[in-house]
Nanobody, 133 residues
């Protein structure tokens, strides 16, 4: 079984920054795609960002995908040596307030599938981000 554990959430004023981390542990697998989703009270879980290995016989980098509302403000990255994915969130807005979930899938995704909750096999328990106005 694979475990994902998020950290880095908290309370921040509008315009501030936070960096979320998601550490993967458990049985060995290749998390070709890692994603961040969020869920605000009373709303459905929504896609935020994803990072997916481009493939090939040697390391050739990742593709990254973002929901339009966070483009230019959030950056997803990962450290494969640490089995950790990050979400750097800058210029935070009150509408970014939500529980943020990390997800992983042993597949490479294009832009469409990376946004789909159902495509991910493993999920963390979430970390809460609250942005005050």
């Amino acid at each position: 079984q694979v475990q994902l554990e998020e950290s880095g959430g908290g309370l921040v004023q509008a315009g501030g920054s936070l960096r979320l981390s998601c550490a993967a542990s458990g049985r060995t697998f290749n998390p070709y795609t890692m994603g961040w989703f969020r869920q605000a009270p009373g709303k459905e879980r929504e896609f935020v960002a994803a990072i997916s290995w481009t493939g090939g016989s040697s390391w050739s980098g990742d593709n990254t995908y973002y929901v339009d509302s966070v483009k230019g403000r959030f950056t997803i990255s990962r450290d494969n040596a640490k089995n950790t994915v990050y979400l750097q969130m800058n210029s935070l807005k009150p509408e970014d307030t939500a529980v943020y979930y990390c997800a992983a899938a042993p597949s490479r995704f294009g832009a469409l599938w990376a946004r789909s909750v159902s495509r991910y096999d493993y999920w963390g328990r979430g970390t809460t981000v609250t942005v005050s106005s």
